[in-house]
């Protein structure tokens, strides 16, 4: 059965961890890490592979640094 | 920096469904983390790019945090005086009558040193779009009082919070400009969750549309946090902004083709 799966890339480095994404979406992919990038903030992550490509955080990311991806993959 | 989860088969350039848009030039934004103009910026330069007008428009940025607009926004634009963007446009307008004008505006901007220009644009009826980012303070300069500051809304000139019957009351500017005969669309948006961020969006496309009609002025409000100004977190600011902001600041349209949506009562937190 075909089935809809999503990913995110998220830039680092242009991320300024606000953390208004991690709200925004519905299968909490997204988490803070520890370290900081090359401007001091801490950054989003992807935690999990439960994205289904829905867009939410990338539309709610203030400084626009996600991309997202959607695919129809077959299950195995 | 290593990403423990990484679909690389998904990750692909043909399934791509969202990116940040070409017209946001590639450089990073000034704003504070979590700054609403940030967003504003990307829904206006999807709009722009959707109905195919980056070479047909010309943008006015204003005096506040975004006044580098011309920076980050890959159109052509000007920087008007502090308050004076109304005027401005009025003359690109009437200079280029068949370019799209856009004046981005903070509350300061707006609301304060250009009242007047503000409102003789919209009374004059104007075929410009009016973006108003109010986020009820100077955020630029350190966050003082604006005339949008809420009442007993603590600021770096109000420390003890906005004393109405001393400093005054807060100016609806939405809702005064939607009176005037030449105002065709007035709304208030928000863009901090993504079905806002959508509706904003939205609404700016109804602006652009507006536009190729020369019916007026189309005025797009957006409530927004100044976390910096506020002295939170930018997700405490957007959950005080829902508390505080909106119930004074009513979300929706409020005028729409020329005439006043039914109003429900704004209720005034005391
Ligand atoms: C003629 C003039 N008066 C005052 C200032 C100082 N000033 C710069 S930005 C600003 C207010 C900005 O507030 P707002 O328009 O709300 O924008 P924000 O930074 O909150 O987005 C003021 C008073 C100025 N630059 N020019
Ligand atoms: S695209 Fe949707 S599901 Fe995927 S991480 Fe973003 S918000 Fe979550
Ligand atoms: S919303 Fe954007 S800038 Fe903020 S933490 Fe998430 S990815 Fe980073
Ligand atoms: S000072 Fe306020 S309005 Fe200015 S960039 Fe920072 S959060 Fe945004
Ligand atoms: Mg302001």
């Known amino acids: 059965m075909a089935k809809v799966k999503g990913d995110i890339e998220i830039n680092v480095e242009r991320c300024k961890g606000c953390e208004v994404c991690i709200a925004s979406c519905p299968f909490t992919v997204i988490a803070m890490t520890k370290e900081v990038n090359g401007k001091g903030y801490h950054y989003a992550i992807k935690v999990n592979d439960d994205c289904t490509g829905c867009m939410n955080c990338a539309i709610v990311c203030p400084d626009g640094v996600i991309t997202v991806y959607r695919a129809k993959v077959t299950a195995e | 920096m290593e990403e423990p989860f990484v679909k690389?088969?998904?990750?692909?350039?043909?399934?791509?469904?969202?990116?940040?848009?070409?017209?946001?030039?590639?450089?990073?934004?000034?704003?504070?983390?979590?700054?609403?103009?940030?967003?504003?910026?990307?829904?206006?330069?999807?709009?722009?790019?959707?109905?195919?007008?980056?070479?047909?428009?010309?943008?006015?940025?204003?005096?506040?945090?975004?006044?580098?607009?011309?920076?980050?926004?890959?159109?052509?634009?000007?920087?008007?005086?502090?308050?004076?963007?109304?005027?401005?446009?009025?003359?690109?307008?009437?200079?280029?009558?068949?370019?799209?004008?856009?004046?981005?505006?903070g509350d300061g901007d707006l609301a304060a040193i250009g009242t007047a220009e503000t409102i003789h644009a919209c009374n004059r009826g104007e075929n410009f779009v009016i973006i108003f980012i109010n986020n009820g303070i100077y955020g630029m300069t350190g966050g003082q009082m604006a005339p949008t500051t809420l009442p007993n809304m603590r600021s770096s000139t109000s420390p003890y919070g906005r004393d109405v019957s001393i400093m005054g009351h807060p100016l609806k500017m939405t809702e005064l400009v939607a009176q005037l005969p030449g105002t065709y669309y007035v709304t208030r948006q928000a863009v901090h969750t993504p079905s806002h961020v959508r509706k904003t969006k939205k609404a700016l496309r109804k602006a652009f549309e507006n536009q190729k009609n020369n019916t007026g002025i189309s005025f797009v409000e957006v409530v927004s946090n100044c976390n910096s100004g506020w002295k939170m977190t930018p997700v405490q600011s957007n959950k005080w902004m829902e508390e505080n902001m909106f119930p004074f600041y009513p979300l929706g349209d409020i005028k729409v083709d020329g005439k006043l949506v039914e109003q429900k009562e704004a209720v005034t937190k005391e």
């Open chain 2, 8 to 105: 690389t088969d998904i990750r692909k350039e043909e399934n791509i469904v969202y990116k940040r848009t070409n017209l946001l030039v590639d450089r990073p934004l000034s704003y504070c983390p979590g700054c609403g103009h940030g967003v504003v910026h990307r829904m206006l330069m999807e709009t722009l790019e959707e109905m195919g007008l980056q070479d047909k428009t010309i943008g006015v940025s204003p005096v506040g945090c975004s006044v580098l607009a011309y920076d980050f926004m890959n159109i052509d634009m000007l920087g008007a005086a502090h308050g004076r963007a109304p005027a401005l446009a009025t003359a690109i307008k009437r200079m280029w009558p068949n370019r799209f004008v856009f004046t981005y505006q």
